[in-house]
């Protein structure tokens, strides 16, 4: 039977009609939910079909399966409502205003249904999809959360995007490759044939900074109590803080990346896979700090891959190793350095680069996100070249 037909079937048999009087006993919907309106009957009756159907597919596999453990639980009614046409009317009619104001739902007050209207909140980027007709809307989900009500809609496109095995053959491709770092949290560079095209900076304006200070107040007061406090208030709510700070920073930089990337169409992004580093040594709030710098890395991570691939832009990751040590000029092996009171010092964490072979110095992290341009062509492996003209 057909999710629809059995829908039919359903209704037939829990809604009274002039042609039905007399639904089954104790499953008349018409009389245990007066004029609820029919868009929210069919959605829970669907809702309600589909739970079954999962449920007796899982069971059934897991009977197959013959495991005596994980036995698949009925289904509950934690669901989160979608609400369909007809019980929701968002007014995006912005009266001059840069976002819409209010969502009107038909709500159930206890007595009867009315249209209610609620104040919304959403960003820019939301709204623009919404006007953009490439994008095909679904109906949206309520989810009620422990604060805060919201709205997830589901904005989909279709789109398309070439096979990196594809581009890497055109000559002329662009890609553009980031180096993901502390300070300067994204280096992009844009690189076509030999040629730099466009390199940006992202600072991190701070926040590893803030985010240190922070985890040092954390780490103090679990020291000061002997164990770590974890449901202490204060401290909830500083790692709230830092995560909301790594939310915001992860996506301002993929904005930017992807907004690099947007002015190059066709271009292939590249990022080094990232390094699963377990922090250790430095003090316990130094080593949080490296944490949350690499989840961060993550999040920026994840966040320019899906924008970027909404542009139409596919990632491509290429192997980490040795993308900060070596030349990006000759592909010699160089060192790190820094001026420390006006002398040069090799350091391992240096500012600087500096080429032994062609005598290139240049910001490190520069050279680095260069690197991952030859890395993606698999130009150099990265054994020490020791002549090759530059
Ligand atoms: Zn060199």
């Given at each position: 039977m057909s999710p629809n037909e059995l829908l039919a079937w359903a209704e037939f048999f829990t809604v009274a009609t002039k042609?039905?009087?007399?639904?089954?006993?104790?499953?008349?919907?018409?009389?245990?939910?007066?004029?609820?309106?029919?868009?929210?009957?069919?959605?829970?009756?669907?809702?309600?079909?589909?739970?079954?159907?999962?449920?007796?597919?899982?069971?059934?596999?897991?009977e197959k399966s013959g495991k005596t453990r994980g036995k698949p639980g009925l289904p509950g009614a934690a669901n989160h409502p979608t609400l369909y046409e007809g019980t929701i009317e968002l007014d995006l009619s912005r009266n001059g205003k840069e976002h819409a104001r209010f969502v009107r739902l038909k709500v159930y007050t206890g007595a009867t249904w009315q249209w209610c209207n609620y104040p919304i909140k959403n960003n820019r980027y939301f709204q623009g999809r919404l006007d953009d007709l490439a994008w095909e809307k679904h109906s949206p989900k309520l989810v009620l959360g422990k604060t805060a009500a919201e709205l997830h809609f589901v904005q989909t496109r279709e789109i398309s995007a070439k096979k990196i095995v594809e581009s890497k053959l055109d000559p002329d491709l662009v890609t553009v490759a980031v180096d993901l770092n502390v300070k300067f949290l994204a280096v992009i560079t844009v690189k076509q044939r030999d040629r730099v095209l466009e390199s940006c900076f992202v600072s991190d304006q701070g926040l590893d900074q803030a985010c240190y200070k922070h985890l040092k107040r954390i780490a103090s007061k679990?020291?000061?109590?002997?164990?770590?406090?974890?449901?202490?208030?204060?401290?909830q709510q500083l790692w709230r803080h830092i995560r909301r700070m790594n939310d915001n920073a992860a996506h301002r930089v993929a904005r930017s990346i992807a907004n690099v990337c947007a002015r190059y169409p066709g271009c292939v992004l590249?990022?080094?896979?990232?390094?699963?580093?377990?922090?250790?040594?430095?003090?316990?709030?130094?080593?949080?700090?490296?944490?949350?710098?690499?989840?961060?890395?993550?999040?920026?991570?994840?966040?320019?891959?899906?924008?970027a691939y909404a542009l139409g832009v596919?990632?491509?990751?290429?192997?980490?190793?040795?993308?900060?040590?070596?030349?990006?000029?000759?592909?010699?092996?160089?060192?790190?350095?820094?001026?420390?009171?006006?002398?040069?010092?090799?350091?391992?964490?240096?500012?600087?680069?500096?080429?032994?072979v062609c005598h290139y110095q240049t910001q490190a992290d520069w050279n680095a996100s260069l690197n991952l341009h030859h890395s993606f062509f698999g130009k150099y492996h990265w054994q020490p070249r020791l002549k090759r003209s530059g």
């Open positions: 042609e039905h009087p007399s639904p089954w006993k104790g499953w008349n919907f018409s009389e245990r939910f007066p004029q609820m309106p029919f868009v929210y009957r069919r959605a829970a009756i669907k809702d309600a079909i589909g739970k079954a159907r999962s449920y007796l597919s899982h069971h059934s596999n897991w679990q020291w000061q109590s002997g164990k770590p406090a974890k449901d202490e208030h204060s401290n590249v990022f080094e896979r990232l390094r699963k580093i377990r922090p250790k040594g430095g003090s316990k709030s130094r080593r949080m700090n490296r944490k949350q710098a690499n989840q961060l890395r993550g999040k920026i991570n994840q966040r320019a891959r899906e924008k596919v990632t491509a990751e290429t192997n980490p190793h040795g993308t900060s040590q070596y030349c990006s000029r000759c592909g010699a092996k160089g060192e790190r350095f820094s001026y420390q009171d006006g002398k040069r010092t090799t350091v391992k964490w240096g500012k600087l680069f500096g080429c032994p």
